[in-house]
């Protein structure tokens, strides 16, 4: 087609033009199909020259004038902010800071254009001032509304604002002192006007009363609670239409012996897995069976629509917002003991050694024999070592069930040594759970075990989602893959040179099995945290995408998600086109709508991470907030010239160690090493390092928690010591 570019940036200059996904550009500039290829290799030509910008939800926008950007701004407490710039072609540039007078009023989370200004210091990174706030990221917030001088606030939760929010008249709606409400924000806050205003829309309840902290978070980060009726009834009506004796087209596993393995509280069961050894061949065969969520939910109805806008269910403590409602995700998909479900099935036959020698896929039906927990088979392993198998089994435990997980277990660990020797990593990363006591109240907290019975299921599922992502790849069908880029080699030699600070021994050249066998050697060693942490933070973050891309972390040249179709969204997209294959052996699906749905699954992802790390946050703050001086063995997991964070060994929480608490010396940051370090007495704080910690403030409105170190002797407070502490209070207080 000739001349698209010159075309293309004709359309983005009209003063009409509003900005556009490029396949919508495409049809609004009347791109035949056949010449759509170029028109995609053309736009991202012009995006890398700088022409255009890619802007969020993948729009084409004009790259306006010469030396902006635009990305996604972020503020600190300090004030200071920082706007990351929009991927292109999956990379973004470097982040650019933006001081307090040039923000405008923006928000964070706030999509602007930035203009670029010319740098301070050789070494220093690139500043700029925001020109255009482009999208709002929200109009409401979250927070806690208190009176002043007759008139009423909200103190916004977090670090979004520096100042309260003025709104109006006290009392308004009937709102009291203390209670935690959605604000409506009808001005921003700026240099002209600090406050902002805004109007109070919803109240949530009184602070610290049951159930108010989790709907704040559901409310702050706006996530969908309740299901449209019309989504309801569409759910129901496929409840009323499935028949479990039909099995009509599908292969019948219902003779198998078929378990699933879940956490104890688990609600929803999207996988079950069988294995049995061929007697002739001696070789392994897996069967995984899925849920087959797809048979519910077709393309295009009210069930997918809401389905793809949440993209993923969202774990909160002691509370599920599912994807699907539950008559679909706790009923007719979820893989329920002693009943008949659908499924979508991989096959797959492994060596003795574990080499994966050929997989075939199923619409599939199965009956659950039995659902076991992970701390069942824990047990049940732990008895069959010790004591031999037949003293394993129970009145619900059989002896071919035992037989079968001491199978799970010999294939899932030659599988696992398997990955380690094409160079997969495992970081140990362990989650948290908290506890509660009788009248539900928060108890405690502790971080999740992961032995041996979450390896069976873990690897079986990698095998799984390998399996499908290879075969749909080797018949050229395009798929949403689970895409993990490889690091930025500056990002690798930075590890490097802190690994080698602890004393690795590691060559210049850093892949990923130097990478393996340091994370090896420090299993068992004091440093074991630093290490895992100083190369989570190098890594990249894992993606959705069709772009035919590796899986770093994994070692996998071909990777996607399969196995969780009830909760995550791009995972019903791949079981939909394996069943156009398997219906018609053939699949087909669009690049341009397979990227947009990739960030939009990948968004709604890092939205239901942070609701959850930030509920937990919020729960333990609170729990924390009658225990002030209480101690805590704890790790430094981060480090900065202000000072280090350190989360508890025992209670999982972390909180800020500030500088100028170290009163027994004057310390200096090295951040090669992630240490501080005192000038007299070389005592050094690292990365990883052990310490004991006392609790010393909370702050639950705000999210931090400021620790000291407990066996410091006091000094003399430094001159500006004092400064320091007024400006982190909080000017409401």
Known sequence: M???????????????????????????????????????????????????????????????????????YRRTSSGLGFVRPHLVDGHAGAEVAVREDDALD????????????????????????????????????????????????????????????????????GVRPDDKVVLEMLRFPSQEDYRGE??????????????????????????????????????RAAADAFDERDLAGRTDFTGDVVITIDPADARDHDDAVSLVVDPKSHHWQLAVHIADVAHFCPPGGLLDKEARKRGT??????????????????????????????????????????????????????????????????????IADAHGPARATTADVSEELV????????LALTLRKRRRKRGSLELSMPEVELEYDDQGRLSGAHFARHDVSHQMIEEFMLAANEAVAEHLAGEEIVFLRRVHPAPEPTKLEAFRDFAR????????????????????????????????????????????????????????????HFTSPIRRYPDLTVHRLLGQWLKTGRAGSN?????????????????????????????????????????LDAVITGVADYGFFAQGERLPVEGLVHVSTLEDDYYYYDDVTHSLTGRKTSRTFRLGDKVRVRVVRVDVQRRKLDFRVADRKERKPRPDDEGRKRRRRDEDT
């Open 403 to 410: 037989a079968l997980l001491l199978r799970m277990r010999d």
């Open 2 to 72: 000739p001349d698209i570019s010159e075309q293309i940036l004709a359309a983005v200059a009209r003063k009409s033009y509003q900005p556009l996904k490029p396949k919508a550009l495409a049809r609004q500039m009347g791109v035949p199909q056949k010449h759509y290829a170029a028109f995609r290799q053309a736009l991202r030509d012009l995006v890398r020259k700088g022409s255009l910008q890619f802007g969020k939800n993948h729009v084409v926008r004009s790259a306006g004038q010469f030396g902006t950007v635009a990305g996604v």
């Open 198 to 235: 805004g109007v109070v829309v919803e109240i949530l309840g009184p602070r610290g009363q049951p159930g108010v902290d989790t709907l704040s978070i559901i409310r702050e980060l706006g996530l969908p609670d309740t299901f449209p009726e019309d989504v309801l009834e569409e759910a």
């Open 106 to 173: 923006a928000a964070t989370g706030d999509e602007v254009l930035v203009k670029l200004l010319s740098r301070t210091r050789a070494d220093a990174g690139p500043r700029g001032e925001i020109l255009q706030i482009l999208q709002r990221a929200t109009r409401q917030f979250v927070g806690t509304y208190f009176e002043r001088d007759g008139k009423g606030y909200v103190r916004v939760d977090g670090t979004v604002f520096a100042h309260s929010i003025y709104v109006g008249d006290p009392g308004a709606k």
């Open 313 to 382: 269910s969202v774990y909160l403590p002691r509370r599920v917002l599912p994807m699907f409602p539950e008559v679909i995700s706790n009923g007719l998909a979820s893989l329920q003991e002693g009943r008949v479900r659908y499924t979508k099935s991989a096959v797959i036959d492994f060596t003795p050694a574990g080499v994966k020698t050929k997989a075939a896929f199923h619409n599939g039906a199965i009956r659950v024999a039995k659902r076991l927990d992970y701390d069942e088979v824990s047990k049940i392993l732990e």
């Open 501 to 560: 600070s602890l004393g690795y021994k590691i060559d210049k050249n850093v892949d990923r099995f130097t990478l393996q066998r340091v994370l090896e050697q420090s299993a068992d060693k004091p440093d074991v945290h630093a290490v895992h942490y100083a190369l989570l933070r190098s890594l990249k973050q894992a993606v959705y995408s069709p772009r035919e891309e590796e899986h770093y972390a994994l070692a996998s040249n071909d990777y996607c």
């Open 591 to 631: 690049p341009a709508e397979l990227t947009a749905l990739g960030e939009h699954c990948s968004k709604t992802e890092r939205r239901a991470d942070l609701a959850e790390r930030e509920l937990i946050k919020v729960k333990l703050l609170t729990y924390l907030e009658g225990r002030l001086g209480e101690e």
